[in-house]
Nanobody
Framework: QVQLVESGGGLVQAGGSLRLSCAASGSILSINRMGWYRQAPGKQRELVAI???????NYADPVKGRFTISRDNAKNMVSLQMNSLKPEDTAVYYC???????????????WGQGTQVTVSS
């Protein structure tokens, strides 16, 4: 079994900051890309940011310059520092990782349970 557990969501005023973290655990041999997605009420889940195991990053246009993704390969963790938050950033944020499991001997995408981020105006 592979698990992704997120932490760090909450309520913040516009202009404020939050930091999300996600820890992967279980039958992990290797992790390729890790990332964050979000889903607002009535909308589809969308990419926020991804980072490869080499450290290359990619961001969705609405968050460029405000959010920073980072990872700790030794701890199998990925974080998202969110600054200058806006009400439109309100959503459930999901951690995602592409993981090679020793139990299945295959690469699969895994998801966390989601953490709520609410930005008040």
């Amino acid at each position: 079994q592979v698990q992704l557990v997120e932490s760090g969501g909450g309520l913040v005023q516009a202009g404020g900051s939050l930091r999300l973290s996600c820890a992967a655990s279980g039958s992990i041999l290797s992790i390729n890309r890790m990332g964050w997605y979000r889903q607002a009420p009535g909308k589809q889940r969308e990419l926020v940011a991804i980072i490869t195991n080499g450290g290359s990053t990619n961001y969705a246009d609405p968050v460029k310059g405000r959010f920073t993704i980072s990872r700790d390969n030794a701890k199998n963790m990925v974080s998202l520092q969110m600054n200058s938050l806006k009400p439109e950033d309100t959503a459930v944020y999901y951690c995602n990782a592409n993981i090679l499991s020793w139990r299945t001997s295959r690469w699969s995408d895994y998801w966390g349970q989601g953490t709520q981020v609410t930005v008040s105006s």
